[in-house]
């Protein structure tokens, strides 16, 4: 697509319940990242993808955290029970680099975001 | 580690006075910068970004950023700012000998442009 693209836009979820977002990158991206981001803060590194390759989960704050790409093109973050201080903006990126360092000068391109609030 | 510093969390401008935003940074070795604008329910758009070369980078809807190294820093200017510039803008480094997935972000400064 023209842009990346990322559902649903907002999600009010209760305590407890699972929930996935959905990421489409720019066509032709093979970098795939997640970030997420507080009020008031700026962007936080979730996870990263080179194709299908989950590169780098550090970002992720526990195990009730995880994404995939099982195809190199579309990702999932799902985030297991789901707890109150889960709430925030999540927001895909994507861009044509492999993440290798010499691809650390490409642009990173964002979707709008998913709004996630737990209650 | 690296790591961005937006110490001003807003500016106030008037229309058609020059304007900067301030970023500081801290990388381990020679850093790649960006500046990022984000609307009003909007996605974060990209701005400009200091790869290598000259010290002053031109990027979209007339705004400009000058790397400093000998200052580790890379503020955001405009010589004449507009009521629609306002928003919120983030500077973030990614560190060209570290893990190149990581881009880090700043806390964000608010732009007000008063008529």
């Known amino acids: 697509g023209a842009g990346v693209s990322q559902s649903p836009r907002y999600k009010v979820t209760k305590r407890g319940q699972d929930v996935a977002l959905r990421c489409d990158p720019i066509?032709?991206?093979?970098?795939l990242y997640w970030y997420r981001q507080a009020l008031g803060q700026g962007p936080e590194f979730l996870t990263y993808?080179?194709?299908?390759?989950?590169?780098?989960k550090s970002g992720l704050p526990n195990d009730r955290f995880s994404a995939e790409r099982p195809e190199g093109s579309i990702s999932t973050l799902t985030i297991q029970r789901t707890e109150q201080r889960d709430s925030a903006m999540y927001r895909c990126?994507?861009?044509?680099?492999?993440?290798?360092?010499?691809?650390?000068?490409?642009?990173?391109?964002f979707g709008e975001g998913s709004w996630l609030t737990v209650v | 580690a690296q790591s961005v510093a937006q110490p001003e969390d807003q500016v106030n401008v008037a229309e058609g006075n020059p304007l900067t935003v301030k970023c500081t940074y801290s990388?381990?070795?020679?850093?790649?910068l960006f500046w990022y604008v984000q609307y009003p329910n909007r996605g974060l758009q990209f701005l400009l970004k200091?790869?290598?070369?000259?010290?002053l980078v031109k990027g979209s809807y007339g705004f400009e950023a000058e790397f400093n190294k000998s200052q580790t820093s890379f503020h955001l200017k405009k010589p004449s700012a507009l009521v629609s510039d306002s928003a919120l803008y983030f500077c973030?480094?990614?560190?060209?000998?570290?893990?190149?997935?990581?881009?880090?972000f700043g806390t964000g400064t608010r732009l007000q442009v008063t008529l």
């Open positions: 990126a994507s861009s044509s680099g492999t993440g290798h360092p010499s691809s650390s000068g490409n642009t990173i391109y």
């Open positions: 066509s032709g991206h093979v970098s």
């Open positions: 993808f080179n194709y299908e390759a989950q590169q780098d």
């Open positions: 990388v381990s070795g020679n850093p790649y």
């Open positions: 200091y790869i290598t070369g000259d010290n």
């Open positions: 973030a480094v990614r560190d060209i000998a570290g893990t190149a997935s990581k881009l880090t």
